[in-house]
């Protein structure tokens, strides 16, 4: 079947989001609002061990007496929790035929992002043929990791195979104590990937959450652990540059890293959520908890290009206990009509000699408003503590607002700080001076956005790296009258 | 190929051009030279495509064609290349990554497919040879902590990469040394063909003992006020362009 | 009873002393109001997260000290800037000495907060800008709630004033812990200059807690240099607000120089109403023991083509902790801004800490801002090359750390606040060089 422009304009006009969005799902669901029983049924179901489950109950306790925060640059209607259901699973999305019944805006993006056909069909939901078989893609996958004695599985799977090491490790970073949605999320979280790279081992490819066998549906309540043994190296990838239609509209995830003496974990990120439509409605709130440890000599990385969600609030944060430990925080944030974006990290110095990196390059368009929250604290222990911020913001239009709350907080003499921030438009001359090179006002701005990034899309890996360049574009497509 | 005809032009309304006539046949080699303020920047910038210009009279065609209503990407796709006087810089953007952008640009205008990367390398090996510019200078970001010489080496590089049919060079000549002059005057000649034409602006006769031109013209208070050959341009370098002004009074 | 409490109940006693049918007690019981309901604040409040008021607090103030102690000229000549002929306002513990004093009326005023809120010539003046700029915020409800005393200053249109103005408050609170609460205002009128140099000193050894409020208003044209020196004995906390309402064209620079007391918390807040401002705002901080000094500035830019330049210097020793808070907001309509903002610090000693959070908030696309924050030591090869040539390790130290500062003085105007300055630093260093670079 044939599918012209005129066709997919036509369908843009009328069907916005007819699939996928708004079907009735096959599934299980309790009902809604939240209690402790509601908790121990989630956890039943799951056929979890009981300290699993108390671990749960002993999370809500805490969150039932917990508020909102409502300190970040933000402005949302707060979700009423008692008017979500918090456990549905498993959560099929429908099975569709062919790429025709898939919402032609997403397949435009998915063309425009330069996503493979059989990709495509995957990522839509579509039932993809032998060609390109998941499962077995998913099967050598297993193999190769499973010689090197790397655990990569659903974090429900782990929990009933590899118990001893959850349980070791689960909220030792983010504990459920630590902040409202990250205790809402150790009560109920759905599902996770859980990651275990033995000592020595150098994982010999990118973890993907998009090659995770069994995926059962990310959920809202996702729940990442990744233990690096001593000596192991790990480079992590969560997300997708397509888009993610969820009709979620809050997630609240935690992601845990442990990088034990002399580890290394990379841990990249593209966030594509739904931010709502052109006028600012719908879209998901993205309440994010990450953070790593770092032991002795141990390197946690984190790399985020967020162009997605209406509300977006997140920090990932380094812990540098150990001596030697090494954070970085690599970040583009994109905000485009309405999306409001607070994100930004800690560094943690404890250790001696511990070196931390921030780089934020941040993007307002159209109304959007964002904002980097960070924070260097160097403890009094922590001898020659060395910090780098730089944070810039490019502004795009006179209705978007650019924010930069840096906090620093120094207790030893002996610390280098240096924080610099700038902001910045599109100079008249810069596209003007492309003009005159051929190269038109749309593309001109792609080009200088890409370079304001540059410095944090090379951190992404190769592949990655090429998608979030194309995203960055389609983000602000049409940000420039 | 260029044609002006009493080309009248304003910023803010202030008048800066006041019928000016310009015509340029391919082959040919014009300098235009001026005391400061007698508007051959503005010259370059209105026939590039400038927006903070306002044309309030006057025609400009290229090879027949009013141009005057073409976006200056549009007027870059007919051949026209400005050599700029101040480049602007492009943090992140790297020189290759710039004019690979600029010739798939061009090339997808004209109905063309992107440049295989081969051909592309080749050229640039080429290009940047002839210009004695080294490899690392190409993946630095464009202009950003470029010398003076830099620049100036980078805008007729990408000359030589576009290929333009009318190359106009606004000071091209100012803040290089004598070196650096050799060249980016080597680098222009090298490129100079019976198709092409090049418009060289330029406030000295310095750059025109390597670079000759067929016509000399004197830009004045917004006019083309004397136009003669080379030795033009060493009779103002020897008296000056009080003279000028007072032959005119 | 708690300080909050004593406050509250003492305001009859107040009210009982003062014209309670004047408009401006009307501006007082609604600032009293404001104080109850938001009380003294607390490090809950993001604005007081790293300055903890508790333990200036916990003393037992007294609220109006009844009469001003005598003090001798001799004994507090060394407060003054002497070597230059300028206006002065002096108060002893909150009332005005006149015997400290040179104030005028001579084509401008420079007199008393007092007169001004009382006579009626100056009526229209107060209407106009009394309690215009300040914040209805709790220290500055505070303040108002209480306001009698302080200095006024009206310069009219087209006037330079020929010299410096003195704003020196002493206090001995001999019997007690004292809070003084002076209330300033300075209002500067079309194209007129004024110059002034501010200092709270404590001649006492019981503890002292100021709470001033300073208005500055300055019109079109207006350039008014500000220079607040604080060198105040280790019992004497300060709590200083002040407000800059800046029309066209108009260049307002306030210099604080922080080396004494106990808690210092600075206030500073400018509001940019017009085009073409120039806002400059600059400290040097050099702190030991357990002092603590607070800076927290803002500068909104609410209309365009406005510049702002902020450059803060601090050295910390001992266990003194540093606070910078810089806050720029870039309203939408100000196109075409510069705004700066500089701080760099320096600390000495490993019990020392520095909290900094420069803040960016900005709605405009076509602006320059920018913010740098450094947090480090001193040179250690820059200190090995001077001692190689013969220069004491502490010299050596106190050269460094004084070229550091350099860049805050170099615009300082009046050459004698110029060495006044140098000479404390090199005091504070504990070294006996002229800093003759």
Redesign the interface.
Known sequence: MKYTEEDLEQELKTKEYEYGFYTEIESETFAKGLNEDVVRAISLKKNEPKWMTDWRIEAFRVWEKMTEPDWANVNYEKPKFQDIAYYSAPKKKPKLNSLDEVDPELLDTFKRLGISLDEQKKLANVAVDIVMDSVSVATTFKKTLGEKGIIFMPISEAIQEHPELVRKYLGTVVPTTDNFYAALNSAVFSDGSFCYIPKGVRCPMELSTYFRINEGGTGQFERTLVVADKGSYVSYLEGCTAPSRDENQLHAAVVELIAMDDAEIKYSTVQNWYPGDKNGKGGVYNFVTKRGLCETNAKISWTQVETGSAITWKYPSCILKGNNSVGEFYSIAVTNHFQQADTGTKMIHLGKNTRSTIISKGISAGHSQNSYRGLVQINSRAENARNFSQCDSLLMGNACGAHTFPYIEVKNKSAQIEHEATTSKI????L??????????E?AIA??V??????VLNKLPMEFAVEAQKLLEISLEGSVG | MLKINNLHASIDEKSILKGLNLEVKAGEVHAIMGPNGAGKSTLANII?????YEVTDGIIELNGEDISEL???E???NG???S?QY??E????SVT???K???N??RK?KGLEDMPAKDMLKMIREKSELLEIDRKFLSR??NEGFSGGEKKRNEIF?MAM?EPKLAILDETDSGLDIDALRIVANGVNKLKSKDNAVIVITHYQRLLDYIIPDFVHVLYDGKIVKSGDASLALELEAKGYDWIKQELV | MELKEKILSSYVAFENGIDINSDVHEIRTQALETFEKLGFPTKKLEAWKYTSLNSVLKQDYSIFTNKGNAVEMADVKQYFIHDIDTYKVVFIDGKYSSFLSQTTHDTIDVCLMSSALNKAKYKPVIENYFNKVAKQDNLTSLNTAFATEGTYIHIPRNVEVEKPIQIINFTTGSEAATLVQPRNLIVVEENAHVQIIERNQSLTSNAVLSNIVTEVFADRNATVDYYKIQNDDENASLVDNTFVDQKSNSVVSVHTFSFGGNITRNNLNFYQNGEHIDSILKGITIIEGKQHVDHHTLVHHIEPNCESHQDYKGIFDDRSTGVFNGKVIVNKEAQKTNAYQQNNNVLISDKATINAKPQLEIFADDVKCSHGCTIGQLDTDALFYMQQRGIPIKEGKALLMYAFANTVLESVKIPEVKSRITKLIANKLGVNIGFDL
């Open positions: 100079g008249e001359e810069q003007f001076y492309c003009n005159q090179r051929g190269i038109d006002t593309k080009l200088i890409n370079g304001f990034s540059k410095e | 590039a495509g400038k927006e903070d976006a200056p990407e007027r870059a796709h026209v290349f400005l700029f480049p602007v492009i943090p992140g953007v990554n710039f004019i952008t600029a010739i640009e061009t205008a970001s464009l990408q576009l």
